[in-house]
């Protein structure tokens, strides 16, 4: 869907969703984004990163829906729920977040992203002007040139949400094959580091010693 307005995204036509409506099931079943990185929930740490970046702040949880709303007080960001059973994947978390959207762009990370990168707004917001298209997503290229798709991280424009909830409703989860019913601008980030998923309890440990 060819997005014709080349002007500059503001921060304030951005809402920036953070993705924790997982089961958690590589942390053994533990709400992934409220689990503590040097004293503070995952999710806290991704609120605090995105924060700068847009107009609005979403969280997209099924579980202990209090605990993150309270994590998002300061910003006074809203917890949606996704409309589909069964924890079907961050695609329903996606539409939660297009659905509930006021403004014209939806940004999205993941819970267990730390340190996501300061400028991750503004490089994909720039991609997707600049092309004219509906979705940006992050990249990092390793030492070795292979090139890896971070496909949560993601700019989304508000027109996509009815085509996502089609792709849906005929039973499709998978991120990317969404992304190739459409031109996606893929944006190379330097830093890999930025891009980091905490996967495992002994990942937050071991982090959380360093």
């Not at 099931?25 to 503070?40: N, P, V, Y």
């Not at 702040?57 to 709303?69: C, T």
């Not at 992304?179 to 002994?202: C, G, I, K, M």
């Amino acid at each position: 869907m060819p997005i014709s307005d080349s002007a500059a995204i503001p921060a304030s036509s951005i809402t920036g969703l953070v993705l924790a409506g997982g089961r958690g099931q590589r942390m053994g079943g533990a709400d992934k984004g409220l689990q503590r990185l040097h004293g503070k929930p995952l999710a806290a740490h991704v609120l605090a990163r995105l924060a700068p970046q847009v107009g609005v702040l979403a969280i997209s949880a099924n579980r202990n829906r209090e605990a993150y709303a309270a994590l998002g007080a300061p910003w006074q960001a809203s917890v949606l729920v996704d409309t589909l059973p069964d924890y079907p994947g961050p695609l329903a978390g996606l539409l939660a977040g297009l659905r509930a959207a006021r403004t014209e762009w939806l940004l999205s990370a993941p819970c267990d992203s730390p340190w996501l990168p300061a400028d991750l707004a503004m490089r994909l917001a720039e991609a997707a002007r600049g092309r004219g298209v509906a979705i940006a997503t992050a990249t990092t290229t390793s030492a070795a040139g292979e090139v890896s798709l971070h496909p949560v991280f993601a700019l989304l424009h508000s027109s996509l949400a009815d085509d996502l909830a089609a792709f849906l409703d005929a039973g499709e989860r998978k991120v990317r094959a969404w992304y190739a019913r459409h031109t996606a601008a893929e944006v190379d980030f330097a830093d890999e580091r930025a891009f980091y998923n905490v996967n495992s309890l002994q990942d937050l440990a071991d982090l959380d010693r360093a």
